[in-house]
């Protein structure tokens, strides 16, 4: 599908998605949840060494855009990548930053 097919719903979808990404600690977050990794909020603020209300704050963004998905397994909830195609925009975004 190329982007001139896409309806005005769809594009618009997918800027608020970009938006969501945009913020070095969401890009953070995205470089950890690659290849179909899953985490969950403890891990993820220990990894990036900030507070775990921002983690989860982070996370809520990523999800509520339709970023990132979540699946609750006992006392746990696991955040991982909706689509995984999402892992090239952050591919894409570093080799343009070298």
Do not use: W
Request: aromatic letters at 4%; a positive charge.
């Amino acid at each position: 599908m190329k982007i001139k097919d896409l309806t005005s719903e769809q594009l618009e979808k997918a800027a608020n998605m970009l938006k969501a990404i945009a913020h070095p600690m969401r890009i953070a977050i995205l470089t950890y949840l690659e290849e179909g990794k899953k985490l969950t909020v403890t891990e993820i603020h220990e990894l990036l060494n900030i507070e775990q209300s921002t983690t989860s704050h982070h996370l809520g963004i990523l999800k509520d855009k339709g970023v990132l998905s979540s699946k609750r397994e006992g006392k746990n909830t696991y955040y991982f990548l909706k689509h995984d195609n999402l892992r090239q925009i952050v591919e894409c975004v570093s080799k343009c930053c070298d």
